[in-house]
């Protein structure tokens, strides 16, 4: 969290406010600050501009002499482009400027320029904005005691007439309440002049679809899955055991005194491209064990 500390209307800290570093500690997104000034330039332009062709101006339907014979260049009408009083060639006609931003770019840029302010040490936050009176000079007095008497954008918390009255005459000052505050009035002013309340709002609005904050200022991460991967598929005769690779069975010396066995012929009725046969059973009352020394480790 960041702390900043709260003014009161004579100039003197009286405590400290905590913001939130979602809203008020970003890095500044520069390219998305700049596409949302040129989107709010370009919806304030009313696109009211016309001018006339040729066609819409008032005459020239008469052929202003003959064609041929006076010894002047031919002529159809006074209304023509390079007449004085003529159409206008490739005017301005009305249409629209209106360009769209997405509301989650609209919001960065507004945390990103609010960060800027807090980094440049450009935010005063007042507890209450009070005035004895609704007066100019009132208003005046109060921004000098808090330094922020040359430009500033005054954001209240809720409707005070009396405040906006004593700072419609300042020059380079503004009022506004948090739903109203835009971008281009924080950035062409150079104080931002808050109420507490304003901040409160202002900070509710602008984190409203970000991720909820952790205890060390990041994102809380999503959830892990609570499933576990299962048991890995076994045949359908049980759990499948591990059989002799055939390089290791071939290369085992058999065991001393044993007669090698030689190739066992395929059962009648079976095929000889079966599978690999399963591993040798264990060793009965009459069978003789293998010896473990040689080519095998238990």
Request: hydrophobic share 40%; proline share 10%.
């Amino acid at each position: 969290m960041i702390e900043v500390p709260v003014r009161s209307v004579a100039g003197e800290v009286v405590r400290q406010m905590q913001l939130d570093e979602r809203v008020w500690g970003i890095t500044p997104n520069t390219a998305v600050v700049h596409q949302a000034v040129v989107t709010q330039l370009a919806n304030q332009r009313k696109g009211t501009h016309a001018t006339k062709t040729r066609g819409m101006v008032a005459g020239g339907g008469r052929k202003p002499w003959r064609q041929k014979g006076t010894g002047r260049a031919r002529q159809g009408s006074t209304r023509a482009p390079h007449w004085r009083g003529g159409g206008i060639v490739f005017g301005p006609h009305p249409r629209s400027y209106h360009k769209d931003l997405p509301r989650k770019m609209r919001r960065l840029a507004m945390r990103s320029a609010l960060s800027a302010k807090v980094q440049d040490g450009e935010l005063v936050i007042v507890d209450q904005l009070t005035l004895p009176a609704a007066r100019t000079r009132e208003m005046a007095a109060v921004l000098a005691r808090l330094g922020t008497a040359d430009s500033a954008l005054i954001v209240l918390g809720s409707a005070d007439e009396a405040a906006k009255r004593a700072a419609a005459n300042l020059p380079k000052i503004r009022t506004a309440l948090p739903g109203s505050t835009n971008l281009l009035d924080v950035l062409n002013h150079h104080w931002l002049l808050m109420t507490v309340e304003a901040v409160e709002a202002l900070t509710r609005t602008l984190a409203a679809d970000l991720k909820p904050a952790t205890a060390n200022g990041g994102t809380a991460a999503p959830p892990a899955s609570a499933s576990a991967p299962g048991p890995a598929p076994t045949g359908a005769g049980g759990p499948s055991t591990a059989s002799v690779p055939p390089s290791a069975a071939a290369t085992t010396a058999p065991a001393s005194g044993a007669t090698p066995a030689g190739p066992t012929a395929p059962a009648s009725g079976t095929s000889s491209t079966q599978a690999p046969a399963a591993p040798p059973a264990e060793a009965g009352p009459g069978t003789p064990a293998a010896n473990p020394a040689e080519g095998e480790t238990l």
